[in-house]
Each structure stands twice: as structure tokens, then as C-alpha cells.
């Protein structure tokens, strides 16, 4: 009912007072209603009413549970006032009885007879008035909830549109990332290319030689060579591997003078060969908390940055230093001081200004895309440190990253088959090998280091193929196998069928990208041979397999 809609109830079932009472409060314009019953009162108390009015005598011996429970249930804006015209009786017992009444109904007026017909019909209006700043409060209420139920809505379409926003933000941000990986790699691109040629040409030209020569110690020279060319082309590989992969930001502790020493290489032969880098670190150097993949693209794009900036050439300075309580409000705790200088141009201060903006280039157009330096400050930032840049013109330019102070050293890196040194252990001899390779030269190879290690070996180029063999019968001690191959199961995929199936039967994985398909190798219990391989690295995982 609406507050402006005024009803007074009227409920006076003895004598005349409750035709009587109506026909006053209508005469003072308030439209009343009478109800002849306590229930009939009740019903019409539920469909609504201003005030309600009621001779006392017509509640004497009546069961007021009903009335005093709707009363007891009422919202929180509501309060029904009640006004009761009293009996002309005084015994105790009723005296008691009205005040049990004035508990129960709370908002109570009482009118002793005999009353004044304008006493009456003030009290009621005054009750009516009462009741309509009620009815207010319960539309301000009403109007409240609704907007709070709108705010909440909005609140929800709102998170909803964040989360989409921040899934996007991120995945932008990946294909950023990947894309600065790719400009990186393209612009070092030529640098490797050389490097390869180079390699290729040793162990090449190394292999034409010997055959022409006969001397013993020469040949040993060619194959030192030869040797050692193809482990500087596994490091370079790994690292480039390593560089470009696409993975979720996993910052670890790393110690930083391992870590950028193990980079010198790809360092010095992708840049071009009048710049030099040299690495400084100070002693007792702290680890650092960051993600391993993002410190390498930074130190790359830094590197790239200062050889652009060093036409003529000069060099790449990287330093590390301990740095506790730095001067920045905004950090806090210890820090590792990474700088990366170089003795190039330099920069005036309104380039410097600019520097950290996306795409932001003085480059010539094809030469960058401006996201190098951006992708260093959001490195920084996102591992809880800072960046800043100091450089001059014709005085070069220096990038200065604090990296927060790892709370648990990393350690010393885990092993690997190939930093294992078995020369003095016996190889196994005996046993048959299952070969799962799919390229010919490689399979050929490899069949002529099992032979040498004393084992018998049957060959297969698909997992397919393997299986098919193994089901026909085939007996062996231990499956060899790629994890690269054509078709649509590869080497992990054999190995989760034969786990399922003969789980007793040893199974030996190789993979030039052991990262790429570790995790699921680890689920198996399979290990992973890393390429290219040495006849005793190859010996010392087939043992450890049969063990």
C-alpha cells in the first residue's frame, strides 16, 4: 500500500463504538474499514493499514498469538502503530493484561473513556502521519536495494570484463614477448648463421683430411676439432632453444654470474667481431629472484641495443654488484645491481625521455620495433626491482636493473648424463636394443655406437613400427628411441603406451630440446638423453635404464 493511501482499521464488535468510530474518521476525511472478527482484523492488518483502532473489551478472552505474532514479524521499516480506546475497567488483573498488550504490539497509544470525539481523530491521524513517514522509509529502502542490486550487477559485469581484459592483457603480452624473442633472433640471425658455417666448416673440412692423411697425431688434431666444434654447435643450440621457448613465467633463484657466463658464447658470435664483451661480478654475488628465459631475452635485446649503438665498434660491458638497502622509496629489501654499458653514441635527453615507451625507436624503419627497453622494464618491475638509464652523447650509455636478493639459493645445477664422467666404468656388453629413429644417417650412426657398446640392435623408424614389432614378438632388453617424429605419435607417446602395458620393459628417450618434453618424460619415470650425445654418454644412460 502506498504511504499517500490512508486506511484505518477499525475493530469495536461490542455496542456501537465501532460504527460509530467509522463514521467519525470518515467525517475527519480518513477512510476507515470495520472488521467484524479478530481474524477478519488480522487479514485485513496483513493487506495493509495506516493505524489501527480497537476497543479493548473486543480482545478480552480472544487468542492474541496470531496478532502478536505478525506483529513480532514485521520488516524492519515497519512499526503498525495501534491505538486502543481502554474499558472503564481497573482491576489488577486487567491493568496487567494492558501492559502485556503494550509489549506485544510496541507501537501503542491508549485512550481512557470517556473520549473526545477530536481527541479521537487526532490520535488516529497522528498514528496515519507516523505510519506514512513509514511507508517512506520503506520506498528509500526499497529504491536502496535496487540500486545496490544494480551496483552489485554492474559490479559483476564489471569483474567479468576485467577478467576478460586481463586474459587478453596477458596473452598480448606473451605474443609480445615471443615477438621480441623472434626480433632478437633475427637480428642475431647472421651472427649465428657464421658461427654454424664456421663449425660445419671444421668438422667438414676436418673429415675430407682424414682420409688424405695417415699420420696419427694429426688425425687426433682433426678430431679434437672436429669434437670440439660439434660440442661449441650442442651449446649454442641448447642456448637458442632455451631462448626462444614459450613458457609461463616461473621466476626461480639464479645465480646470475652462471647464468650470463653460460651466454657468453651465443654473446660473442652473434655480435659482430669489432665488439667485445667482458663480464665483471662481484664476490659473494647474491642469487637473484627472476625468471631465467626473461633475463636471457633481456640481456640479449641490451646487447643488440648497445651494438646498434656502436657502429665502429667498442664494448659490452656487463657488471654485477650486491646492493643492500637501496635509495628508492619504492623498494624495499636487498638487491643485486645488474648494469650493462656499452661505449657507443649515447643518447641526448630527449630520446632518454622516451625510452621506456612502447614502440619508441630512433632506429631506421625494419631496423627495431622500439619494445626492446619497454620489455627490459617490465622484466625489472615484474621481478619486484627497478631500471633506470644513464647515458650522454659521445659518452654511451649504461642500463642499470635492480634485481630483488633470492631468500633460498638455488644451489649448483642438477646433473646431467653428459657431466657424468664414466670413462673408467666397463661398458655394458650383451643385450638387445629396440631403435626408434626415424632419420637414416642418424639411425646408421647410432647402430654403430650400440654395436661398439656390445649391443645387438633392431631398428624401427616410427612408433608405429616399434609397436608393430613388439607385438609380432620381437624380444629386447631396452627401447631407444627419438622423441621427434614424423606421424601422429612421437617418442613420449610410445613411451606412455608401453608404461601402460609392459611396465617392466626399460625405455631410453633422446631429444635435442630435452625441455620441451621433460615434464611428461618425469610423469613416466623415463629419462632423456640430450643431443648430440657421446658414446660415453650414451653407455652411462643405457646403464643406468638396465640397472
Known amino acids: 500500500m502506498e504511504h499517500a493511501d490512508v486506511r484505518v482499521l477499525v475493530f469495536a464488535p461490542i455496542g456501537r463504538d465501532g460504527p460509530a468510530s467509522a463514521e467519525l474518521l470518515r467525517r475527519a476525511g480518513l477512510r476507515s474499514l470495520a472488521c467484524g472478527s479478530l481474524g477478519d482484523l488480522i487479514a485485513q492488518i496483513k493487506i495493509g493499514a495506516s493505524a489501527v483502532f480497537i476497543a479493548e473489551e473486543g480482545l478480552f478472552g480472544k487468542d492474541l498469538a496470531d496478532l502478536f505474532s505478525w506483529v513480532a514479524e514485521q520488516p524492519a521499516w515497519s512499526d503498525l502503530p495501534f491505538v486502543i480506546l481502554t474499558s472503564q475497567q481497573e482491576q489488577p488483573g ?43 522509509m520503506r520506498g528509500l529502502l526499497d529504491a536502496r536495494e535496487r540500486a545496490a542490486q544494480l551496483l552489485e ?26 615477438s621480441q624473442k623472434i626480433e632478437a633472433i633475427g637480428q642475431l640471425t647472421g ?16 673429415l675430407e683430411m682424414l682420409d688424405r692423411g695417415t699420420d696419427p697425431s694429426r688425425r687426433q688434431r682433426l678430431l679434437d676439432g672436429m669434437r670440439h666444434a660439434a660440442e661449441r654447435g650442442t651449446a649454442l643450440t641448447r ?6 621457448r614459450r613458457q609461463e613465467l616461473k621466476p626461480e633463484s639464479v645465480d646470475l654470474a652462471h647464468h650470463i657466463e653460460g651466454m657468453r658464447e651465443l654473446l660473442d658470435r652473434s655480435l659482430s667481431g669489432d665488439i ?83 614502440f619508441f625507436t630512433t632506429k631506421e624503419i625494419g631496423k627495431g620495433s622500439g619494445l626492446g627497453l619497454p620489455q627490459v622494464y617490465g622484466f625489472a618491475k615484474q621481478s619486484g626491482g627497478a631500471v633506470y638509464v644513464n647515458s650522454a652523447v659521445n659518452r654511451g650509455t649504461t642500463i642499470v636493473m635492480l634485481l630483488p636478493r633470492a631468500l633460498i639459493p638455488r644451489g649448483l645445477p642438477p646433473l646431467t648424463v653428459a657431466d657424468v664422467d ?85 625405455i631410453l628417450l633422446t631429444s635435442a630440446n630435452v625441455d620441451a618434453a621433460n615434464a611428461l618424460a618425469t610423469e613416466l619415470g623415463v629419462q632423456i638423453l640430450r643431443k648430440p650425445y657421446r658414446l660415453i654418454d650414451l653407455s652411462n644412460a643405457l646403464n643406468r635404464c638396465l640397472c
Open 422 to 506: 664414466i670413462s673408467k666404468e666397463s661398458p655394458r656388453s650383451g643385450g638387445a636394443v629396440l631403435l626408434v629413429e626415424d632419420d637414416d644417417e642418424v639411425a646408421s650412426t647410432v647402430a654403430e655406437m650400440l654395436a661398439k657398446l656390445g649391443y645387438a640392435v633392431t631398428r624401427t623408424a616410427s612408433a608405429e613400427e616399434a609397436l608393430g614389432s613388439l607385438n609380432g614378438g620381437l624380444t629386447i632388453d631396452v627401447v631407444f628411441s627419438d622423441v621427434m617424429m614424423p606421424g601422429g605419435m612421437n617418442g613420449v607417446d610410445l613411451a606412455r603406451v608401453l608404461r601402460a602395458h609392459r611396465q617392466d620393459l626399460p
Open 239 to 244: 642456448q637458442l632453444l632455451a631462448f626462444s
Open 191 to 206: 651472427g649465428v648463421a657464421h658461427d654454424f658455417n664456421n663449425l660445419l666448416m671444421v668438422i667438414s673440412g676436418g
Open 94 to 136: 486487567v491493568a496487567r493484561w494492558r501492559k502485556r498488550l503494550a509489549d506485544y504490539l510496541r507501537n501503542v497509544s491508549f485512550l481512557e473513556r470517556p473520549v473526545q470525539p477530536i481527541t479521537l481523530s487526532s490520535a488516529i491521524q497522528a498514528a496515519a502521519r507516523a505510519r506514512s513517514r513509514q511507508y517512506q
Open 153 to 178: 550487477a554492474e559490479v559483476a559485469d564489471r569483474t567479468s570484463e576485467l577478467r576478460r581484459e586481463i586474459t587478453e592483457r596477458a596473452q598480448v603480452e606473451e605474443k609480445l614477448r615471443q
Open 276 to 358: 667485445s664483451v667482458t663480464l665483471a661480478f662481484g664476490p659473494d654475488l647474491w642469487p637473484v629472484e627472476v625468471d631465467p628465459g626473461e633475463l636471457e631475452l633481456v640481456i640479449l635485446n641490451l646487447a643488440v641495443n648497445a651494438r646498434d649503438a656502436m657502429p665502429n665498434g667498442g664494448t659490452i660491458h656487463i657488471t654485477a654488484h650486491n646492493a643492500a638497502g637501496v635509495e628508492d622509496p619504492e623498494l624495499t629489501g636487498d638487491f643485486v645491481r645488474l648494469c650493462v654499458s656499452d661505449t657507443g653514441a649515447g643518447m641526448p635527453p630527449e630520446v632518454l625521455e622516451h625510452v621506456f615507451e612502447p
